[in-house]
């Protein structure tokens, strides 16, 4: 079975600029999960998703982050403009959906160095 | 929300020594708790859990007691190796009821030959 894949898997961008990262969660796993940890730090909830809806963005600093799941699918996050505190590496995890073990699946990370 | 927190690490062993790694919880009610493992390079992954209190989760020589009176869920291995090098985090559920998890800082292991 894939696992969830994300790319790129490394970023580097001067402040201001934008970025945008992707991820294919495990097939037929309706909720999906951006995280981002800071060097140091555990992860941290951005957004949650349930097929292709929010479920939670109280966490997501709106006025440069976004996020969408088109489909239900695959799912991209966008920072514009970077900030240097947005130097991280971002999570993307998934689980199914149905009675629910708790269990996170997550990708390999995309790790942003702003500049 | 629910909180957890970790022992601070770096923590270095050498080959076959015992280890622990402490996790204490703030929670509402008696939530599941878990340890995530995370190897150089590799995503994080799901290393053992506990659902209620005095349960024991176990994994590849790990083990974690849920322990509602000390409100702790400290991870231990009797032997580790060279190949348990890596971060671990312990985490809960942010809200009672909920599958959002918030983690702890991490302890980044590492085991010497």
């Known amino acids: 079975e894939a696992g969830v894949a994300q790319s790129p898997r490394y970023k580097i961008i001067e402040k201001r600029q934008s970025v945008a990262f992707w991820c294919n969660p495990i097939?037929?796993?309706?909720?999906l999960y951006w995280y981002q940890q800071i060097l140091g730090q555990g992860p941290k909830l951005l957004i949650q998703?349930?097929?292709?809806?929010?479920?939670?963005d109280s966490q997501l600093p709106k006025d440069r982050f976004s996020a969408e799941r088109l489909k239900g699918v695959d799912s991209t996050l966008k920072i514009q403009p970077a900030k240097l505190e947005d130097s991280a590496v971002y999570l993307c995890?998934?689980?199914?959906?149905?009675?629910?073990?708790?269990?996170?699946?997550f990708g390999e990370g995309s790790r942003l160095t702003v500049l | 929300g629910n909180s957890v927190t970790q022992m601070e690490g770096p923590v270095t062993l050498s080959e076959e020594a015992f280890l622990t790694i402490n996790c204490t919880y703030t929670?509402?009610?008696?939530?599941?708790l878990f340890w995530y493992v995370q190897y150089p390079g590799e995503g994080l992954q799901l290393l053992l859990k506990?659902?209620?209190?005095?349960d024991k989760g176990s994994n590849k020589g790990f083990e974690a007691t849920y322990r509602k009176e000390t409100t702790s869920f400290h991870l231990e291995k009797g032997s580790v190796q060279v190949s348990d090098s890596a971060v671990y985090f312990c985490?809960?559920?942010?809200?009672?009821?909920?599958?959002?998890?918030?983690f702890g800082k991490g302890t980044k292991l590492s085991v010497i030959p």
């Open positions: 995890a998934s689980s199914p959906q149905g009675p629910n073990t708790g269990e996170l699946f």
């Open positions: 097939s037929g796993h309706a909720t």
């Open positions: 998703f349930q097929n292709n809806g929010v479920v939670d």
């Open positions: 929670a509402t009610g008696y939530p599941s």
């Open positions: 506990a659902t209620k209190a005095d």
């Open positions: 985490a809960l559920p942010r809200r009672t009821g909920s599958y959002q998890l918030t």
